[in-house]
């Protein structure tokens, strides 16, 4: 079984600022997805970011990046330049191949707040 | 982009009724949908994956005859809460992805309570 880790329930950053958030996983799958989602207030799931394990260059999109190390099994996002409707609860999660019909292993979490 | 709807986003309803949430994929065909839960400031949590043409795959722990999955199209999937309790009352969210895509688009949830 596939677990997911993120080990900071809540972060605070100021606005402009950039801020990281960690997400260790655990597989013995050697080709799989790993996401970055959004969840603001309204609880509609946002896909922020992915990233095909087989891939070694880090995905970005837009203000957002990733840092992916296979090896050490880590997938942390960056939010460069935060702003306010970055406020959210951000979820990595995993998903085992290529194949939408895997589930997605969510972690647990972490509520950021962006302030003025 | 793909979109997923669900239907009602709000439903509250009295102990022992069953309440039934619909899931759609509006521009897209979906073999597959899965149902998860999220209880407040948690993570989702899997109930079932949802099969069109077949019967759902559940989750341990999640009663069959309580959560009844049904997927009778490419781009619908349903979601039966019977003899719905209070310690049911949850957020419902589905999610759904092209076959053989790499993206699963989530609906926008549905807020159960039930009295």
């Known amino acids: 079984a596939q677990t997911v880790t993120q080990s900071q329930p809540e972060m605070s950053v100021q606005e402009a600022e950039t801020v990281t958030l960690s997400c260790t996983y655990d597989?013995?799958?050697?080709?799989?997805?790993l996401f970055w989602y959004k969840q603001p207030p309204s609880r509609q799931m946002i896909l922020v970011i992915r990233?095909?394990?087989?891939?070694?260059q880090n995905a970005t999109e837009n203000r957002f990046s990733v840092n992916f190390q296979k090896a050490a099994k880590s997938f942390s996002l960056k939010i460069s330049d935060s702003q306010l409707g970055d406020t959210a609860m951000y979820f990595c999660?995993?998903?085992?191949?290529?194949?939408?019909?895997?589930?997605?292993?969510f972690g647990k979490g972490t509520s950021l707040l962006v302030t003025p | 982009g793909a979109v997923v709807s669900q239907h009602p986003s709000r439903v509250i309803c009295k102990s022992g009724t069953s309440v039934k949430i619909e899931c759609r994929s509006l521009?897209?065909?979906?073999?597959?949908m899965f149902w998860y839960r999220q209880f407040p400031k948690q993570s989702l949590m899997l109930m079932a994956t949802?099969?069109?043409?077949?019967?759902?795959?559940?989750e341990q722990g999640v009663e069959k005859d309580k959560f009844l999955i049904n997927h009778a199209s490419l781009t619908l999937s349903t979601l039966t809460v019977t003899s719905a309790h209070p310690e049911d009352s949850s957020f419902y969210i589905c999610?759904?992805?092209?076959?053989?895509?790499?993206?699963?688009?989530f609906g926008p949830g549905t807020r159960l309570t039930v009295l």
């Open positions: 999610s759904a992805g092209e076959a053989k895509a790499d993206t699963q688009y």
């Open positions: 949802s099969n069109e043409g077949s019967k759902a795959t559940y």
């Open positions: 990233q095909e394990a087989y891939k070694q």
């Open positions: 999660a995993f998903m085992k191949q290529a194949n939408s019909g895997y589930a997605l292993n």
């Open positions: 597989t013995s799958e050697n080709n799989y997805y």
């Open positions: 521009d897209f065909q979906a073999t597959t």
